[in-house]
C-alpha cells in the first residue's frame, strides 16, 4: 500500500479555517516528507526525511523544532516503491505536461523529490494572516513574490486528479528549498539542470478531517466559489 | 480513527470502468457493512455485518457467498462509536434535510444505518452493462424502478460532502434491503415509521485507486461531463 495522507481539504482552507488543527509531532506520524502551511497560513512548509522548514513571506526559512506546532492544512508521505527520475534538464512544463503523459498520472495521486541546480526559480509565500481571517483568495491576491537565479536545491511535491480540485490542489502542488536551507517556498515557475530524483505513485488517499474543529464543522462551503477561488489563488501553479 | 473505506471513484464509473477491480474477500478486510455494485454495473449490492447481498433489475436479491466476486466501485466500514438514532417518523426528507443540518454533516463523510418499518418505499437497480460498455449516464437513463408498500427492512448509506462529489455520490447514498432478503435496490425516496438505528462520523477517508487497472488510469475524465452526468444518475438520492 502507497499511502499518501492529507490532513483537512483546500475548500476548508479557502473558507479562512486558518487555525491549526493538527501537530507537527501527529502529522509526522504519517509522513516524512511533505508539504502544508501553519497556522494563520503563516508561510510555505517543506518537510524533508523528518526535518521541518518554513519559508515565511520575509524571505527568510525557519529550521521549525517545537513539535506542538499546528497546521491547519497538510500533505506528507512516507517514500516507497520509488519510480527513478533523471531528467537531464527540465523546466515547470516538463513536471506539469510531460511526466504526467509519461507516468498516466491524470487519475492518480503522486509525489515527485527532485534535486539538481536550478538556474531559475520563482516563488510565492503566504504571509501571516491575523483573525479575523480573511479568505484564501483575499490572501492570496497580495502574496509576495521571489524571483532567483542558479540555486541548487530540492523541489518535493503532490499530483493531485482534476476530480480533487476542491479537496486539494489538483495537477502539480510543489514546494522548494535550497540545499543551504536558506531559500523555501511554493513553486510558481522553474528551469532546472542535472535534475535527479523520484516518482512515487499511491494507491491510497487517507484524507483526514478535522471533524472535532467547530469552525471546520460549520463552514458554509460554497462549491461554486471555492472553485473559482482555487483557480485564482493555487491556479499558477498547476498550469 | 474512524475510517470510511472507498474503492475506486464515481467519475471512473462515469467513464464506463464498470469490470470489478476489487474482490469482495479484499473488501470485506476494509469493512463489514457497505454498498457498491459488481462488474458490468450488475446491481446494486448492501453489506450487512458481512453477509452480501445482490439485488438485480429483475427484483431479484440474491446471497452472494462467492468472495471471488469483483466491484468496480464500493465504499465499506466497520461500524465504531455509533450516535444512537431513534426517528419515530421519517422519511427521505429528514434524511437528507433534517438530520444533516442537526448533525452537522455538511463537512464530513458520515454513514447511517436505520430499521423499521417502511409504508412506502421507491427504489432502483442498475441493470448490467454488456460490453463495450456505455457510460454511467446513458445506464442511469434506463434504470427499472420499483415501488413498494408495507416492508420491513433496513436502510444503509453514506452521506459525502458536495466537495467529493465527482469522487463518490455527494449528500446522502442509501441501499435498502427487506429483513427477509426478498427485496433490495438503490434508495430514491421513502417514508418510514417506528425506525431505531445509528449514525458514525468518519474523521478518515480511505480513498483507494486500481492504480494497476488500465482502463482506470487511461480514462479521460471530462470534469464538466462527470458532473452533469453524476447529477442525472446519481442525483435523485441525493436531493
Redesign the interface.
Known amino acids: 500500500m502507497n499511502t499518501l495522507y492529507e490532513h483537512s481539504?483546500l475548500?476548508?482552507l479557502m473558507a479562512g479555517n486558518f487555525d491549526g488543527t493538527i501537530t507537527l509531532k501527529d502529522l509526522l506520524t504519517h509522513g516524512s516528507y511533505g508539504l502544508g502551511t501553519f497556522s494563520g497560513l503563516d508561510g510555505e512548509v517543506i518537510i524533508l526525511d523528518n526535518e521541518v522548514y518554513q519559508a515565511t513571506s520575509s524571505g527568510k526559512v525557519n529550521h521549525i523544532t517545537d513539535m506542538n506546532t499546528k497546521l491547519p492544512f497538510a500533505s506528507v508521505h512516507f517514500p516507497k516503491d520509488l519510480i527513478e527520475l533523471s531528467p537531464e534538464n527540465a523546466d515547470f512544463n516538463y513536471v506539469n505536461q510531460t511526466l504526467v503523459k509519461e507516468q498516466?498520472l491524470?487519475?492518480?495521486?503522486a509525489a515527485i523529490q527532485l534535486k539538481g541546480s536550478f538556474p531559475f526559480l520563482h516563488t510565492r509565500i503566504a504571509p501571516k494572516q491575523e483573525k479575523p481571517y480573511p479568505s484564501l483568495l483575499e490572501v492570496a491576491q497580495n502574496q509576495p513574490e521571489f524571483t532567483f537565479e542558479d540555486l541548487t536545491g530540492t523541489i518535493i511535491g503532490y499530483y493531485a486528479?482534476?476530480?480533487?480540485?476542491?479537496?486539494t490542489a489538483s495537477g502539480w502542488h510543489l514546494h522548494f528549498i535550497s540545499d543551504d536551507h536558506q531559500i523555501a517556498g511554493h513553486v510558481l515557475d522553474f528551469k532546472a539542470e542535472n535534475l535527479s530524483g523520484n516518482l512515487e505513485?499511491?494507491?491510497?488517499?487517507?484524507?483526514?478531517?478535522?471533524?472535532n474543529d467547530s469552525d471546520?464543522?460549520?463552514?458554509?462551503?460554497d462549491?461554486a466559489s471555492?472553485k473559482e477561488g482555487i483557480e485564482k489563488s493555487e491556479g499558477s501553479s498547476n498550469k
Do not use: C, M, Y
Not at 505513485?201 to 471533524?211: A, E, G, M, R, S
Open positions: 481539504t475548500a476548508s498516466k491524470q487519475n492518480v495521486f486528479p482534476a476530480i480533487f480540485g476542491s479537496v505513485i499511491f494507491d491510497t488517499l487517507q484524507q483526514h478531517f478535522p471533524i471546520f464543522r460549520d463552514s458554509e462551503v462549491l471555492v
